[in-house]
């Protein structure tokens, strides 16, 4: 759910939390209605936390490796 709050603080118009479960659905439409956005310094504290784990990619495989980008599968869905 952090993932969620996170994104929540970005300006976006659609977070997807991906649910398999009612409780699951539940939990992220709680979170929509009781959500308010960090403070600016709050904010920054977690990016601070946060920037070491998240500098390489290690733990977002599906941002750095290709295994996870269908089109490099499929380059044929490019056109």
Same mark, same amino acid.
């Given at each position: 759910?952090?993932?969620?709050?996170?994104?929540?603080?970005?300006?976006?118009?659609?977070?997807?939390?991906?649910?398999?479960?009612?409780?699951? *659905?539940?939990?992220?439409?709680? $979170? #929509?209605? +009781?959500?308010?956005?960090?403070?600016?310094? /709050?904010?920054? =504290?977690? *990016?601070?936390?946060?920037?070491? $784990? #998240?500098? +390489?990619?290690?733990?977002?495989?599906?941002? /750095?490796?290709? =295994?996870?980008?269908?089109?490099?599968?499929?380059?044929?869905?490019?056109?």
């Amino acid at each position: 759910m952090n993932v969620c709050i996170n994104a929540l603080n970005l300006p976006t118009s659609t977070v997807i939390t991906g649910i398999d479960s009612l409780k699951i *659905l539940d939990q992220a439409l709680e $979170a #929509a209605r +009781t959500f308010t956005p960090m403070s600016k310094e /709050t904010l920054n =504290r977690l *990016l601070a936390r946060t920037a070491t $784990a #998240a500098a +390489t990619g290690r733990y977002e495989l599906f941002k /750095t490796d290709s =295994r996870f980008d269908g089109t490099a599968q499929n380059p044929q869905w490019l056109g």
